[in-house]
């Protein structure tokens, strides 16, 4: 067991040093969580999961001149600057970072079953406590450690930085990975990180060249996940390379990489939409009504339908979703359509004989193309060839990942953030990475830029100010790293 692990060492955020420890955690076994959720799993048809992600940069605006400008939440530079834009908004933001530690009290006092999956960032984590804002871990600690609440939310890991998977150095991702879980551990314990099975990939990015997407089904593994959230049209049939014929049960999402080596994870499968305003109405619920059971290799199973959302962008996410929350959980609590969290979901199949093994097979986006081509274990080279001839034929045909809109890449466009961040990438290799031991404040630090550089918001907002400050932090991480301080 963990000891309390500090959130910060010598000033410096405690994201690295433990990470034998953290994975000893992780693999640890654990009570299934069906069993206590008071969910009578036999009487119900469907069931509905939400999720909500909650996520804000860090930037380089605590000061007039960008390049000497300390790190701040972007939060901050919302509350400093409420005349800009939407930034008058903040403050319903910082609300709706604490609001289910006040809802989720408020159903089971009543009585009723609430259900919630939440996914913070590192860098929104950091942001808050830097800030100063404890109130929002006040709300929240006790959905993490309190039995009585613990029950209805199911947090879910992420990549610390939000870096967007397809597009970040392998060894990178794997940082992030640890980095969050460590973060996490400080913050809610570790009981509460034994209880951390699923993973929320940033964007809903899924990697579709086959060596990242193999890295990132093992990445996932070796950290203890068991099961990741996908969009539904990231992924594929292993069988026919065909679209899901059935997207409200879990599958077994299959990755192999160029040398033939395979690895799987269960997969829980996010239907298109709008997302946030899915959500906010509670759609899930509805949606879940209207369906029946499902069978499964000769098992009646009932079926899921899932979604995620920003927690706290747009209006309706802002305004509509509270009441349409407290509303639908206390009517779907004690039905036969009640809220569920994907793991205690899992965790019922399993005891009905229905692992991973058993589930539908299917793989990354334009997968079956290059296994129609490529011979596994003919290696790197001969990918590339395959890869660049299928992009010849096929102008649709890319390995650059799919997320949750298909029309954003992580890549094209975005060489003058992409160049100083692989920089910055390929130093820490060279001067940290298993050079000095990851609990020395020097590696703690230059790890802390690096993965601040690689947030997916440096590139989502495209030219101007957000690509300036993620160049900013890449040089500022390529600055520690050949000074070494």
Known sequence: MIDALPEYVD??????????????????ARTPLHTSSRIDFGRIRAGFA???????????AGGGELHTARIISNLKHMMDNPQIGDNHNASVFHWCYKRMGEFIPTLVNEGKQPRIMLEYSGTLFHGLRDMGLNDVFDALVPLAKNPDYARCVEWLG???????????????????????????????????????????????????????AFA????????????????????ERVDNGGGLQEKHIPHRLIVRNSDGETTSIIAIIKTQGSDTKLVAQMQPYYEAMSVGAAELNGTRIPRLV??????????????????????????ASGSDVPPLNVSEYLDYLESL???????????PLFQGRIWER???????????QVIDELKREDHRFHVEGGSWTNNISWVRGYDHVLRPMERASVLFSEKFLNKIPSN????RNALFHLLTAETSCYRYWGEGIWTDYGREIAERSIRISEHDV
């Open 11 to 28: 000033g410096i955020l405690n994201i690295s040093g433990n990470e034998k420890a953290i994975q000893s955690a992780m693999q640890r």
């Open 50 to 60: 939400c999720a909500l992600h909650m996520h804000q940069p860090l930037i380089p």
């Open 158 to 212: 992420a990549p610390w930085g939000h870096a967007v998977a397809p597009s970040t150095p392998v060894q990178d991702f794997r940082l992030h990975v640890a980095a969050f879980q460590q973060h996490f551990a400080a913050l809610f314990g570790t009981e509460a990180l034994e209880r951390l099975r699923g993973f929320s990939p940033s964007e809903m990015a899924l990697p579709n060249h086959p060596d990242v």
């Open 216 to 235: 990132f089904v093992k990445t996932l593994r070796d950290a203890g996940y068991r099961w990741v959230l996908v969009q539904e049209h990231t992924v």
């Open 306 to 331: 899932t979604q995620i959302a920003d927690g706290e962008n747009g209006g309706v996410m802002m305004n509509e979703f509270p009441p349409k929350f407290m509303d639908a959980m206390r009517e």
């Open 353 to 363: 004989g229905l692992t991973e093994e058993k589930f539908p097979a299917i793989q």
């Open 374 to 384: 490529y011979k596994a274990g003919t290696g790197s080279e001969r990918l590339t």
């Open 440 to 443: 020395d404040s020097r590696y």
